[in-house]
């Protein structure tokens, strides 16, 4: 996570959109003004309570993030599931060289050397999003009580590549 002028970006790719400028491949430290945003998470009930952006403090270089405990709603638990799916699928397709899944993906459809690989991204965000809103769904009616966000991921279907 970065931080810059009060706002909080999730990931690099959301630096990137919000900078006009040419930036290194990989962000490391304080680059153009964005401070690595470290995050300070009390300890909390996974049932009943979910954190809640208390403040940034900043520091030179870097910028600390410090959480309140709050209840949850559904909507939010829904939204926490979803960003932190959305997260692991970029991870992955980062961590075979790609700029997020979408850019893994896109190599799919047509003749290219990375097209079997990218076919196989597709083809497991596919899979993980059906099972995701599948048990998103069973949440929300109260059929499947609440998971922790890493119980769940770990449900997620695997990539067969």
Known sequence: MWYKNGKIFQNEYEVRADCNASLPAVLVGFCLGYKPLKQVLPEYDKDTQHLVLDRVEERDEEATAFYTVAQNTQEQ???????????????KAQAKGYDNIVSACSYAGYANPFRAEGEAFGVWRANVWA???????????????????????????AMEA
């Open 131 to 157: 099972y995701g809103y599948e048990q998103l769904a069973l949440i929300q009616t109260g059929a499947r009580a609440i998971p922790t966000v890493e119980e769940f991921l770990a449900e997620l279907p």
């Open 77 to 91: 638990i829904v939204q926490s599931f979803k960003s932190r799916i959305q997260a692991l699928l970029d991870e």
